[in-house]
């Protein structure tokens, strides 16, 4: 008697996951269709292109793909005039007309194994910007994994110029300043407790060998 109510128990089971692997599958597909017109700019693996100010976005967790790209159709984020990188993606993530495309797209991203890209900024100090990064650590973890608890994105797989390029824009106004956007504003004042432009190129250099 117990082997055949465990036998139609996990029967059940079964019967209730396939709908929901099926589910994930379709949202996969979905996403991958979607994403063909990101991968113009970011690459088909999303390993990012900086000459298309596209960067490395492969393996980042669903739900800050998400975020951001809800921000960006908003308006939230990328109209600022300095932000040329922001205002070529707003435009991008209007296109995603219903929070289904959104939220497919954003997991077949999260999907992707993350990629290394290529370093491009010279001149940091990876022991210097450790002994900075340990503020960063709190939130976005000593490894650079990121916690969504936190709203901190990993990052350990990023690509360098990006992060220089959003550091210097949070510290100069251009991205953060957007009340509409106030998990950003964090990053504001936070940004600024690096002294100077060094300091954020030595943070960089340390971020550059997490993924080691």
């Not at 029967?11 to 929901?20: E, M, R």
């Not at 990101?38 to 390993?47: R, V």
């Not at 219903?98 to 491009?120: G, I, K, M, N, W």
Request: glycine fraction near 8%; charge should be negative.
């Amino acid at each position: 008697m117990r082997r055949t109510l465990a036998t139609v128990a996990a029967g059940l089971l079964l019967a209730t996951a396939a709908p929901i692997d099926d589910a994930a599958a379709d949202q996969l597909e979905d996403g991958r269709k979607i994403f063909a017109l990101c991968a113009q700019c970011h690459g088909d693996n999303a390993g990012g292109n900086s000459l298309f100010l596209a960067p490395a976005i492969a393996g980042l967790g669903s739900w800050y793909i998400e975020a951001q790209l809800k921000v960006f159709r908003s308006g939230s984020r990328g109209l600022h005039p300095e932000d040329v990188a922001g205002m070529r993606m707003a435009p991008m993530a209007r296109t995603l007309r219903t929070d289904e495309d959104l939220a497919a797209v954003a997991a077949y991203v999260a999907s992707l194994p993350p990629t290394q890209p290529e370093r491009e900024i010279d001149g940091g100090d990876p022991e210097r910007g450790k002994t900075h990064y340990a503020l960063c650590s709190s939130c976005h973890a000593v490894d650079g994994a990121g916690n969504p608890a936190m709203n901190a994105p990993g990052f350990k797989y990023a690509s360098d110029w990006y992060l220089l390029s959003q550091m210097q824009k949070f510290r100069a106004g251009v991205r953060g300043a957007n009340p509409a956007n106030p998990i950003a504003a964090m990053m504001g004042p936070m940004s600024m407790v690096l002294p100077d432009e060094q300091a954020l190129i030595d943070v960089v250099a340390h971020i550059m060998t997490l993924s080691k």
